[in-house]
């Protein structure tokens, strides 16, 4: 590896950590968002949708983008979506310009994760590429975590302006009308957005060739692929997780204020902020057990847990709802990489053109909190939120119907303790030594 691919990886980490900062911050905003616009629910529930419907929209052709422009212009120009997104909400704060504005935001959003993926791979080196992977999974559930406690400091620090100490407070104070607080954030984001625009301008990236299975395929390939049956359902599990994950997110802030009387600007954006650091603690975990039981189980197991769970969080009292919101995230966190797992290793050919189908599911995320919002703007949030059983109970049926060509590798209780040993002999050898390990895994 040059020594300036080891920087490269780093700056992919870097554009993880800003796009799940950027992207799982609206549930602790859509309460601030209903109360200060004077919307309703089901007029709040178009604010996900506005940015999740980028996914549906731009997954595909952001993958042919990337193929004949290569990964640099497409990463300035999904910086610049999103910077002008957030610019513009953060100038002209009203509801039609903040869908606008989490339209743009998403379409820079998708672009990025096209990109980066791939550039992982190269920059890190391919048989690093599972463990970078993870890593990246990790800081892109630390970004989810950091962003709702961000908030939380900037409004409550810029509703009493006598607070609004330090530069970064006092610049952001004559920039914010005092009835919107939480406006500051988009500020945050212009800035950080671009910052990141002209980080990826300076830097200079490796070339490389996409692997067979980066590559989104021509048109006739994503049709062959949408007549198969197996290809149908499973875009159905992708739009049901995503629908779930942010339906959860997305609301559990503004059902915790209305039923409980938490206090949507501390208590429920720390709530959504402890939903995305489980998520990102059951992912190590789920590692281990994927390593132990067939992914199905463990999916089956996962989603049991999710159901009972979300049975507490909708009719349990007030610290009980609080914590099963909370434990939801440990409980969602295996499902997409299971998923997505078994739907690859389903098909013979096309892996590219399925990943871009299967991506394109991710606009689940815009019409299940859609349906949250305008069910309960009709027979209320809490019964509202009970579509979200029904995607849960289609991804505990993956368990039971899933049938993969390729079964993920598990060890054998005999095989366990051997395999610890070598893990930790591989800890203790030299760093030279680890390259041979990690391509034998």
Known sequence: MNQRRPWIVLLVFLIFFVISFLTNILGPLIPDIISGFHITLGMAGFLPFAFFVAYGVMSIPA????????????????????????LLFATTPTYPIALLSLFLIGIGMTMLQVAINPLLRVAGGEEHFAANSVAAQLVFGAGSFVSPFVYSYLVTHLQDRQLASGPILATLAP???????????????????????????????????????????????????LRRPVVRLYFLAIFCYVGLEQG??????????????????????????????????????????L???DSR?????????????LTTALLGGASLSYASFIALGFFLSVMWSVIFALALNSVERHHGSLSGILCTAIVGGAFVSLAVGWLGERVGLRAGMLVLYVAL???????????????????????????????????????????????RE
Request: proline share 6%; aromatic share 12%; glycine share 6%.
């Open 248 to 289: 959860i997110a997305n609301w559990s802030s503004k059902f915790l204020a209305t039923y409980h009387g938490f206090d949507p600007q501390t208590d429920g954006a720390h709530a959504v902020a402890l939903f995305w650091g489980l998520m990102t603690v059951g992912c190590v975990a789920g590692l281990v057990l």
């Open 175 to 225: 920039l914010v009308p005092r009835a919107f607080p939480w406006v500051s954030l988009y500020w945050v984001f212009a800035a950080i957005t671009l910052l990141m625009a002209i980080l990826a301008t300076a830097v200079r990236l490796p070339r490389y060739e996409l692997a067979e299975g980066e590559k989104i395929g021509p048109w006739p390939a994503h049709r062959e692929l």
């Open 393 to 439: 109970a289609y991804i505990l049926s993956i368990g039971f119907w899933a049938r993969p060509l390729v079964n993920n590798a598990t060890l054998s209780v005999r095989d366990l303790v051997p395999a610890m040993r070598e893990a930790f002999a591989h800890l203790r050898r030299p760093r030279a030594s680890a390259t041979a390990l990690e391509v």
């Open 291 to 293: 390593k132990l039981f």
């Open 63 to 86: 993958g042919m983008l990337l193929e004949r422009f290569r990964e640099k212009p497409v990463m300035i120009a999904a910086f610049a979506s999103a910077f002008a997104g957030s």
């Open 297 to 309: 189980k463990v999916l089956i197991g996962f989603a049991a847990a999710a159901i009972l769970a």
